[in-house]
Structures are given as C-alpha cells and as structure tokens.
C-alpha cells in the first residue's frame, strides 16, 4: 500500500525536501512495522529539513525523530498486531527513515509501549523535546538537588524543551526563572508556572567569569554564551543540565564555576538513553507533567504544513510543541 512522507533528497544542486508518495518496499529494514498517527516537530527535525546542520546521514531521508502508532506487523516477541507504540531517538530521521510519514519500519528494541494515561497525540505533544526536558528534571534529583535549596533557570523558556522544563519544575514545586527572547509571551510563561522571566539578552551576550549568584539550577538548551552565564551564576553546589545548543555549540566560559563554586554541568542526552531510563522518564511524564497545560503549549498540524513549519520553528515563530497529526 502506498502512504505519504516528507522526503528529503540532495543532489549535485543541493537539499530538497517535499511531500512524496512512497510504499512499503521503500521501508527500511526492522522488525516491527508502524503505522504512524502522530508525530511531531522538534528543533532537530528543522535543522535536518533546511538542511542548516548536517543531522542528515543518509539520502534519501524521511526525516523526524519521533512517532506515535500502531503496530501493523511485528516479528519481535515483545511487540503484536495492534500494540500502541512510540519512538525517540536512535538515529531515527537521520539515518533510518523517520517519524514524518503515515507508516515506519524499525528495530522493536527502539519502541517503547504507550504509557497507561497517555494518548498517542499527548505522547508526541510531549515528544523527544518533553522527554528530554524530563531526563534533565531527573538529572537535577539525582544530583540532589530540591527545591528548596533555591529557584531553577530554564533557558529557551518558550521553545518545546523549555516549556515542558517550566511546566514540570513548577508542578514539582520549584521557583522557575524563565529566560527567552520573546518577551510577548510573558503571560504563556506564567501560565506554565514561571515566577520570575528574563528577557534573553541578559544572558546572551559574553560574560563574566562569575556572577552573582542567582539561582541554584538549570536546564539549558541554548548553550553557547547563554549557558556560559548561568553557570557563573549558579549557587554553590549547583548544577545545570545541558542539552541544547540554539545559540550555539560553543561554551566559551573558565573553570571559575566550577573550581570556586563547586558547579557542576550534566550532560543530558536523548538519542541513544538506555531503555529503562526512557521508560522512567516518560512514566515521570504522566505523573508530573499537567494535562491541561500540554494542551495549552500544543499546536496541531497536517503533514502538508510540515516543511514551512519547521522554518518558522528555526526562526524562533513557534511556541511550546507541534504534533503533526497523520
């Protein structure tokens, strides 16, 4: 049966990317065969489709890192006929065909069942960009840390990462600063939990070794100058979980953080997160994460709407997170 996909292509000339028809022969190789309902756009899948950062391995590619479906065929013992599933991650999008079409092919050891209290357009509201601002939640417990040791900054506040951060954090009791260049969404930011909400360029802009101290953890997913300068303000013993780089890839920051304060930086990393940690994450996520402010941070679309999407979603034009519905 033939199904509809978003194609991404390079030729002498360049990177296309359009809306093509293709078939099950076109599937890669796997185990278990999807039937995709949902998906969604994060900031990964707009570098792979303007092609700005090389995430594409492999061409032609079906880009998106994420879906939520049904399993239509499955030679795996763990998965049947009708399971509801999801993906994040694993190279998926980048060199094995991805999210953003009607049906995907992949190993089963890369699917995870469908959380009890979730639905499959709740999950990919939720997405890889919910799901790893949950493993950076997570990071900042295991670290120790609580909230009443102090407030919390998440940076990129409006963006898919950050305002899961912002919802989770605020649920689970912290104060939240919220950091983002788009000061009209102010009342978005509160809505989400945010106390406190500065405006980007105070922390985008090269810095000082140390500052003072402002806030006793974070979730980055900017990098660059901005996460150089919430370290500086990070109180003594503090941490901060990275795992962006919107600003760039770049940390142009000194020890001083780390050697006066005793901050520490934690690597957050989603693509290849063993299983049982994704599965704690996304269980974290139907228990700390509020349905009805999902809801508010969510923005549906058509697979049609994919491509002009995720350039408005580079630019910075989209809040909160996309689901494409299929």
Known sequence: MSFKAVRIDKTDAGQTVGIVTLTDADLMDGDVTVKVTHSTLNYKDGLA??????????????PGVDFAGIVES???????VGDEVILNGWGVGEGHFGGLAEKSRVKGAWLVPLPKGLTRFQAMAIGTAGYTAMLCVMA????GLTPDQGSVVV?????????????????LGWHVIATTGRPE??????ALGAKEIIERKELSSPGRPLAKERWIAGVDSVGSHTLANILAATKYGGAIAACGLAQGLDLPSTVAPF???NVALLGVESVNCPKPKRIEAWN????DLDAKKLESITKKITLDEVISTASALLNGKVRGRVVVEL
């Open 259 to 261: 050697i006066l304060r």
């Open 155 to 171: 940076t990129g506040a409006a963006g898919g990462v950050g305002s899961v951060a912002t919802a989770v954090l605020a649920k």
């Open 284 to 287: 974290r996520l139907v228990q």
């Open 49 to 62: 489709i303007s092609g700005k950062s090389p995430v594409v391995r492999k061409f032609p590619m079906v």
């Open 74 to 80: 499955s030679s795996n013992p763990d998965f049947k």
């Open 185 to 190: 969404e102010a009342d978005y930011l509160t």
């Open 140 to 143: 900042l417990e295991r670290f």
